[in-house]
């Protein structure tokens, strides 16, 4: 049994998903098996984000400005993993972005990462050739872009949530 | 659960048969390590020709207080 209502038919994204995850496999038809195995993903999930991390992180400051071209890869993978993944949640009703659900204890780690990452890229791109003020003020305004968006998505999916409520 | 089961003479194979499952999910119920979905619990139920508050009645209750605690 899938948790997409059987009553309505089903967005694109989320028949897509479906195809992807073979989701329609007999397998998930039991309960228990299903849930199990949602939670193994999730493991893996996590550990698949926090080895991407910190194999980009390793690159960066051991091989350095060869390596941003694998780095600006890998983080591509993570985005589209992660973003998959929350939309996905965010089509059924499931809203991961509710702060409550990520404790600072483990966010403080990866935080950790993501700041050694992004000096090491600082680091690898200054000595870069290309690296000059428009190349640094372009990856700004990038940076800035993502953050405007994420927080419309967020805007977005809350308002559909609080509609769905209402 | 389990004696439900034994009083209807089935073992967890034959449960889990009868209700779609795998025994391992049979188990881990009768364990109380699995909280089954309404479906499955009405599944359960029916084979064991006893109502889901008989069976899972207790460990409902059990789960209500602790949600209050926590609260």
């Known amino acids: 049994m899938s948790t997409v209502d059987a009553d309505r038919s089903p967005s694109w994204f989320i028949r897509m998903a479906g195809v992807i995850g073979d989701?329609?496999?007999?397998f998930y038809g039991e309960e228990r098996q299903r849930d199990v195995w949602n939670e193994a993903s999730a493991v893996a999930l996590q550990v698949l984000l926090c080895l991407n991390l910190l194999a980009a992180t390793a690159a960066v400051w051991i091989?350095?400005?060869?390596?941003?071209?694998?780095?600006y890869a890998l983080l591509a993978m993570i985005g589209?993993?992660?973003w998959i993944a929350i939309l996905y949640s965010w089509s059924l009703?499931?809203?991961?972005?509710q702060r409550t659900w990520v404790s600072r204890r483990r966010l403080a780690p990866v935080l950790v990462v993501v700041v050694l990452l992004a000096g090491g890229m600082l680091r690898a791109q200054t000595g870069h050739v290309f690296a000059d003020w428009s190349t640094i003020?372009?990856?700004i305004t990038g940076v800035a872009a993502v953050l405007v968006l994420?927080?419309?998505a967020c805007w977005f999916a809350r308002r559909?949530?609080?509609?769905?409520?209402s | 659960m389990r004696r439900a089961r034994l009083l209807a003479e089935l073992t967890q194979a034959e449960l889990a048969d009868?209700?779609?499952v795998t025994r391992q999910t049979i188990v881990a119920v009768e364990a109380g390590d699995y909280a089954p979905s309404v479906y499955l619990a009405l599944a359960i139920a029916d084979r064991l020709h006893s109502t889901v508050e008989e069976l899972f009645g207790q460990a409902a209750t059990s789960i209500a207080d602790n949600a209050r605690e926590d609260t």
Not at chain 1, 23 to 26: A, D, E, F, M
Not at chain 1, 160 to 165: G, L, N, V, Y
């Open chain 1, 23 to 26: 989701l329609s496999n007999p």
């Open chain 1, 160 to 165: 559909r949530a609080e509609a769905s409520d």
């Open chain 1, 150 to 152: 994420f927080a419309a």
């Open chain 1, 63 to 71: 091989v350095g400005a060869d390596a941003l071209p694998y780095v």
């Open chain 2, 18 to 20: 009868s209700a779609g």
């Open chain 1, 80 to 82: 589209i993993a992660s």
């Open chain 1, 93 to 97: 009703g499931v809203h991961v972005e």
């Open chain 1, 137 to 139: 003020a372009g990856m």
